[in-house]
């Protein structure tokens, strides 16, 4: 239900005239939600930001949220979103901080008096449930994005190429290896091979808990990948159980040099350079 031109108007009045009050209120609320772990002079400060908004779009002529006027409160309520998200705050305590306001309201209007106020009340308080719900869809866009950059962050601290000798590079894989972690891996070993020039890669697979068809696929693309930029593969880390699954699955790896162990993989390329 949207405010009246004259319900907005009153209510900017009121929150104008009472704002110390209404912000102490609304302050004092919140702070009881978040226990202590915001400062009371930081969440003072930040609710009074966001009264002067509010009293800016009412004033304006600002009926919802979403008008024209009440731009400068929806860019308030995106940045408190957003710092929120990135403090670890839940979606309900950020939207609990604009909720409180409600109460806080209500606390002046049941001392201010009058039934003409009191209706308006209810029109106002739908006002702040949108601004509410906008709030948590804007806390839940900016989580997402934060999951999905230390996702991504993960993945690639999770596929290291390290280099073990002059003209020698390795990838030690743990965990399992879906698709993108794949192609994580492909990239960041052909850009290794390219930065640093060497004739060989070993592709580890000792922290691999186990090899099916998908994976070995993965490994397979990750070798003819490599062998087309000019480096020979070596693959690491066949421990029998996985020898037991690869010959179950019949997968061939072909010419494809394969090791016990990553000890194994570096004495067979120390050797194979040493013979060129």
């Known amino acids: 239900m949207a405010l009246s031109a004259d319900e907005a108007s009153r209510f900017a009045t009121l929150l104008e005239e009472n704002r110390d009050e209404l912000v102490a209120s609304w302050t004092d609320r919140v702070a009881a939600t978040l226990r202590g772990r915001l400062s009371h002079a930081e969440l003072e400060r930040q609710h009074g930001e966001l009264g002067k908004g ?10 919802l949220l979403t008008d024209e006027q009440s731009a400068e409160l929806r860019a308030q309520l995106s940045e408190l979103s957003s710092s929120r998200a990135r403090q670890g705050f839940s979606a309900t305590e950020t939207a609990v901080s604009v909720f409180a306001l409600k109460d ?20 106002f308080t739908s006002f702040v449930d949108d601004a509410a719900l906008f709030t948590f869809d804007s806390y839940v866009r900016v ?7 230390q996702a991504e962050q993960l993945l690639e601290l999770s596929t290291p190429v390290v280099k073990l000798w002059e003209g020698v590079v390795a990838v030690p894989l ?8 794949a192609q994580v891996v492909m990239e960041r070993l052909l850009q290794t091979l390219v930065d640093t020039s ?18 070995a696929q ?6 003819v990948a490599a062998r087309l930029m000019g480096a020979d593969c070596i693959i690491s880390g066949i421990r029998p159980q996985i020898a037991q699954t690869i ?16 000890a194994d993989a570096l004495r067979y390329v120390l050797s194979k350079s040493n013979g060129r």
């Open 198 to 215: 060497s004739p060989y890669a070993i592709i580890d697979i000792t922290g691999v808990p186990a090899v099916d068809t998908q994976v």
């Open 174 to 181: 743990v965990g399992t290896l879906d698709s993108a972690r």
């Open 143 to 149: 989580r997402e994005s934060l999951i999905a950059d």
């Open 218 to 223: 993965h490994i397979l693309k990750t070798v």
């Open 104 to 123: 806080a309201v209500f606390g002046i209007l049941d001392r201010v008096g009058g039934d003409a106020i009191l209706r308006d009340y209810v029109a």
């Open 247 to 262: 010959v179950a699955l019949g997968i061939e790896f072909g010419d494809i040099a394969t090791k016990a162990s990553l």
């Open 54 to 63: 509010l009293h800016a779009a009412l004033s304006g002529g600002g009926r």
